[in-house]
């Protein structure tokens, strides 16, 4: 995913807030304004001695940067509590239009950004918090990070986006995430693409700590993840298992065995529903 160039440390700096939540970023321009305008409205004491008349010309200074701060660094926050809000519709826009009628035709008709904005919005109605780095262009690098709670630490996960329909990805791009994972001791990976993937890409990911999502997995997690976020549903992370007993059906990430699970929380709180055996490798869901 190429990214633009920056020309200034403001873009930086409203990009990295429009990382968080809108409210979050309200919420900086408020606290931001308050510190610095407590900090403006302080007296200037000019002392007679030289030495004093030194540390003036430090606290001069100071008080002017907290002046200007106390208005520019509050714009700055709510630019990217705003950039933050309309990204999160567009991602929801790009998640609906995907649940249509013809959800293989909507991921066909995706630009490669449209394309990796959608599948970072179904990790994360998944319950993962997702970060976009971007690569060296349309299809390189590494395009997303994971992250979750796990017992000592965060878990990250790399994911790497190929919006490659009329083509196989290879081995080649797996083998390529795998050492990008063991250089950055990633717990996991994942290659999403809206084609489908070759037999030795397939064979290499088998034992590793890599999933493949193809097209079809694509569409029945963009479409799970959707049923859940209209109804409530909780993450994965908060429910238990109910059953040991494998389903039928195959799990629409990975395609292993499915187990009961009830959920813990929200609008569907007891309600049973398929959850993927390797979990919390793998957090996918079957309604039953």
């Known amino acids: 995913m190429a990214r633009r160039k920056r020309t200034s440390p403001g873009e930086d700096l409203i990009d990295l807030i429009a990382l968080l939540p809108w409210w979050a970023g309200l919420a900086l321009a408020f606290i931001s304004y ?12 000019v002392g ?3 030495a004093e008349v030194t540390g003036s010309y430090g606290r001069m200074m100071w008080l002017g940067l907290a002046t200007a ?17 309309w990204r999160r519709r567009e991602r929801q826009q790009l998640v609906s239009a995907a649940t249509g009628n013809d959800t293989a035709k909507a991921l066909d008709g995706m ?7 959608l599948v970072g919005e179904g990790f994360r109605l998944q319950g993962y918090k997702v970060m976009e780095t971007g690569g060296q262009g349309p299809d390189g690098g ?3 990070v994971l992250a979750r709670p796990a017992q000592n630490k965060s878990e990250i996960f790399l994911v790497q986006c190929k919006q490659w329909r009329a083509f196989k990805v290879g081995v080649d791009v797996v083998r390529e995430l795998y050492g990008v994972m063991a250089a950055k001791g ?8 809206s084609g489908r993937f070759t037999n030795e890409a397939t064979a290499f990911a088998q034992g590793r700590n890599v999933k493949l999502i193809d097209g079809p997995k694509l569409e029945a997690l963009i479409k799970q993840v959707k049923t859940e976020s209209q109804g409530g549903n909780a993450a994965p992370s908060s429910t238990s298992v109910a059953a040991s007993t494998p389903s039928s059906a ?6 292993k065995p499915m187990l009961q699970r009830t959920a813990k929380r929200g609008a569907k709180a007891g309600q049973m529903f398929w959850g993927c055996s ?9 309604a039953i």
């Open 34 to 45: 308050v510190l610095l305008h407590q900090v403006a409205s302080q007296p200037l004491v």
């Open 48 to 50: 007679s001695t030289p």
């Open 69 to 85: 701060g106390q208005y520019l660094l509050p714009v700055i926050c709510m630019l990217g509590a705003g950039l933050s809000a």
């Open 111 to 117: 630009t490669w950004r449209e394309f990796e904005k």
């Open 142 to 144: 590494i395009d997303l």
């Open 186 to 193: 990633a717990a996991g990976g994942f290659v999403v693409t």
């Open 250 to 255: 195959d799990c629409p990430i990975c395609t």
């Open 278 to 286: 390797d979990y919390p490798v793998c957090r996918g869901t079957r």
